[in-house]
């Protein structure tokens, strides 16, 4: 079966650039040149590189072109590091590009969330994260109005207590935030993610939801995060309660804790005489 155009071109592409043709950071010629040196269309050319793209070899740049990708491990992201954070453990410079805007009624979706009525009024925060000065991820928070309306802390990124995240600000208003629930799920952007971060429509993305609550399980925020998988790994740092060595987790009545494996543990009292 013959090789189809932009499996050709992917599969040559890919040798240029094992062979150090182009260097990391360098800008691939037009899609239209290459179109030409490969007797091909520029659809064909685009498809190929995208091949490319999603193995992380090469990257798009929204309105500029198509780049050969530095080789760089993926960015760790435990669950609860915020992830300008992450961003910069990773030593990148972190950037962060956001919008508030108040009053926005939640969706059905969101409302579910915050465990509110649909409509209800809203702050919502939209983000995308930077490292060096490069899409790395977006964000959406939701926030009830009601919690912080005509405080100094509405918005998130703006006021006394900008960027210092939710149980902080909250706390300033006195909601405890006692815990956070995660939930993640893969799936393919569109076309404005895909976009906005510089990924084809193929390559995964792990979205993340997260949702503060108060110690009683009222939320008090929502947010989405979509990761694109060839750059980020989520790392889950979970503790892992004392056990017993007899394994049944808890030391049972009348035992001694320093009695060797397989030995019966002594009595309490005068031994009996055989």
């Not at 930077?130 to 509405?154: D, F, I, K, Q, Y």
Request: proline share 10%.
């Amino acid at each position: 079966m013959p090789t189809a155009d932009y499996q050709r071109i992917a599969d040559d592409l890919r040798r240029r650039l094992a062979e150090g043709e182009w260097s990391p950071g360098e800008q691939l010629p037009p899609r239209a040149q290459l179109a030409h040196e490969y007797q091909t269309s520029p659809a064909a050319v685009q498809r190929g590189q995208e091949l490319l793209i999603d193995t992380g070899l090469l990257e798009g740049r929204k309105s500029v072109g198509v780049f050969v990708r530095a080789p760089q491990a993926r960015i760790a992201l435990p669950v609860l590091l915020s992830i300008p954070d992450a961003i910069r453990q990773a030593g990148l410079v972190p950037g962060i590009e956001y919008r508030s805007d108040v009053k926005v009624p939640a969706p059905e979706p969101i409302a579910r969330r915050l465990s509110v009525d649909i409509d209800t009024l809203c702050v919502r925060t939209r983000y995308e994260y930077l490292g060096n000065a490069r899409p790395l991820a977006l964000g959406e928070s939701w926030e009830p109005m009601a919690l912080t309306h005509r405080t100094p802390v509405l918005l998130p990124e703006d006021g006394p207590l900008a960027g210092t995240g939710v149980a902080r600000r909250m706390a300033s208003v006195g909601v405890r935030v006692g815990h956070a629930q995660l939930r993640t799920h893969a799936r393919h952007p569109d076309d404005h993610e895909a976009l906005r971060l510089g990924i084809t429509r193929r390559t995964l993305i792990v979205r993340l939801d997260r949702t503060h609550l108060t110690d009683t399980g009222r939320p008090v925020e929502t947010a989405t995060f979509l990761l694109p998988q060839t750059r980020w790994e989520l790392v889950y740092d979970v503790p892992v309660p004392a056990c017993d060595p007899l394994g049944d987790g808890h030391r049972p009545q009348g035992t001694d804790a320093h009695a060797p494996e397989g030995r019966p543990a002594r009595q309490s009292g005068t031994p009996r005489r055989p």
